[in-house]
């Protein structure tokens, strides 16, 4: 090497010096060193931290030695302002060849000396300093990013705890407050292993080459966060009954007097019908639920004795079963009175068709007038049956349909044949 390179490699390995001192001291001050140091730490952390620590201690003997290698180099080139070919020798071979030796600087425990160019000491730091950071990094990211989430999970917790004991929510006598222990106890175990093992909370990302490539795994606590989110639901819905109990009771007594009233209607139709209608089957009418009258009175006694977690998911039942009940009253009421229906219709239809022929001027026609009799007497009569009303009528409405025919296919003119 001439003097130029000499001095091109000098003042690059300098800089080289000097951002790897800077790397090492912001390393030696980085929060989440100072903490792992300090740390009980347990599982992968323990490891990863044990190897980190021991490849930071290396990391200065490797600058330490740098240092001492680049600051010779450099005596030798101050000798003089022109070197001489001795001190050229003597600045390549400390410059290019492997004139760095460290000793027990190899495998942890081992006396081998190592021998390194500077170009490769740098290197071999630069390795050594990324897989240090990389665990400083990740636990420190960890560390700033699930404690504090988890406390404030908790004080979620605590205040939803202290809500649902106020309404009856709790442990053995409600599923939710044995959901509530659940989630404190997971929450206490989750931050202890946390504090503990960081980086058994670490995902990286494959193909990163930045320090620390990945995130924090978050599952257990998203998981934690939605148990007890479905909780205060749960105690939110407990709350609404309990302001608005008597209200919903007083709707679902409502509900059911009217399925009651329903039903009697549909009993006292039932025996108009076998009693006018003949030939026709008539569904029986069941009677009041007497389950639901007594689930009313249980859920009125929870009301009266603050019981709102016993009351809440018992007044929904009763709202969807009354519901149910006044739909089935309903449908039962429509069945029965379903043949009166069919008489009323066969009624009108024969009534219409009488004013319609009424309109043709064809209301004297005997053969209309006979069958219109006979339906009417079979229509207006009781017991009636259907099913021969019906075929009077329809008698009726041919008779009727052969009568009009001549008159809607008249000729258009003279000599034409009738239609």
Request: charged residues 30%.
């Amino acid at each position: 090497m001439d003097r130029d390179e000499i001095d091109r490699a000098l003042t690059r390995l300098g800089a080289e010096h000097e951002a790897v001192e800077t790397s090492l001291l912001a390393l030696q001050d980085h929060a989440g060193r100072r903490l792992l140091e300090g740390a009980g730490l347990t599982g992968v952390t323990k490891e990863r931290w044990a190897a980190a620590d021991a490849s930071i201690t290396r990391l200065w003997t490797y600058f330490d030695a740098y240092s001492g290698a680049l600051a010779a180099a450099r005596r030798i080139r101050d000798r003089r302002r022109w070197p001489s070919r001795d001190d050229l020798i003597e600045l390549t071979d400390r410059l290019r060849g492997p004139g760095v030796t460290i000793a027990g600087a190899g495998v942890e425990g081992a006396a081998l000396a190592e021998r390194f160019s500077l170009a490769a000491l740098v290197t071999r730091m630069n390795e050594l300093y990324a897989s240090s950071l990389d665990v400083v990094v990740a636990a420190d990211a960890v560390w700033s990013a699930l404690p504090a989430r988890i406390d404030l999970l908790a004080a979620e917790l605590h205040r939803t705890r202290s809500l649902a004991h106020s309404v009856g929510v709790r442990p053995g006598e409600h599923p939710s407050g044995d959901d509530l222990e659940d989630i404190t106890a997971e929450l206490a175990e989750l931050r202890e292993r946390v504090i503990a093992d960081p980086l058994a909370f670490w995902l990286p990302v494959a193909g990163s080459s930045a320090p620390g490539g990945g995130r924090p795994d978050t599952g257990r606590y998203d998981r934690a966060a939605l148990a007890l989110e479905d909780v205060r639901r749960e105690v939110e819905a407990v709350l609404d009954v309990r302001q608005d109990a008597e209200a919903r009771l007083i709707s679902v007594r409502d509900v059911l007097s009217r399925a009651d009233r329903t039903l009697a209607e549909a009993r006292t139709a039932r025996g108009e019908v076998l009693a006018k209608i003949a030939a026709s089957e008539v569904p029986a009418v069941s009677g009041p639920p007497t389950a639901l009258q007594e689930q009313l009175a249980t859920a009125a006694e929870y009301r009266r004795q603050a019981q709102w977690h016993r009351l809440s998911p018992l007044l929904e039942s009763l709202e969807e079963r009354a519901g149910e009940e006044l739909r089935r009253a309903r449908e039962s009421l429509t069945a029965v009175t379903a043949p009166l229906a069919v008489r009323a219709e066969l009624r009108g239809r024969l009534d219409a068709y009488k004013a319609k022929m009424a309109r043709h001027g064809m209301a004297e026609d005997p053969l209309l007038i006979e069958r219109y009799d006979t339906a009417r007497r079979m229509l207006w009569s009781a017991p009636c049956d259907l099913r021969a009303a019906e075929q009077a009528v329809l008698r009726y409405q041919q008779a009727a349909a052969e009568a009009l025919a001549p008159r809607q296919h008249r000729p258009e003119g003279p000599g034409e044949e009738d239609a």
